[in-house]
């Protein structure tokens, strides 16, 4: 089993990739076809949205006592992996690639 501060670390690290890739996502805009647009940009602010939400309890995984920490440690990975997914769903829609 990792410890905690492993764990924070790779999750840390994965929020970041997440975050690298939505913007590479937001810098394709003008590679969309005008009539996906208003879709794309629609994606755009959910994709955010998870992306500001999982760093959310990111922080407050980090900011937990020990007690609290396994229980919040499952919630971040769970929106890590909700946000990788739908990643992964986007550049497979709009741009036909894995984003990598």
């Not at 937990?64 to 990975?77: L, Q, T």
């Not at 769903?89 to 690639?97: I, L, V």
């Amino acid at each position: 089993m990792e410890t905690r501060d492993a764990c924070e670390g790779k999750f840390g690290e994965e929020l970041n990739t997440c975050m690298a890739r939505l913007e590479a996502l937001e810098s394709r805009k003008d590679r969309i076809a005008n009539a996906d647009k208003a879709a794309y940009n629609r994606e755009l602010d959910a994709l955010k949205k998870k992306n500001e939400a999982a760093w959310a309890k990111f922080k407050k995984m980090k900011a937990s006592g020990d007690s609290e920490w396994p229980g919040r440690k499952n919630d971040v990975g769970n929106a890590i992996l909700a946000i990788q997914k739908a990643l992964d769903e986007s550049y497979s829609r709009f741009h036909n690639d894995t984003g990598s």
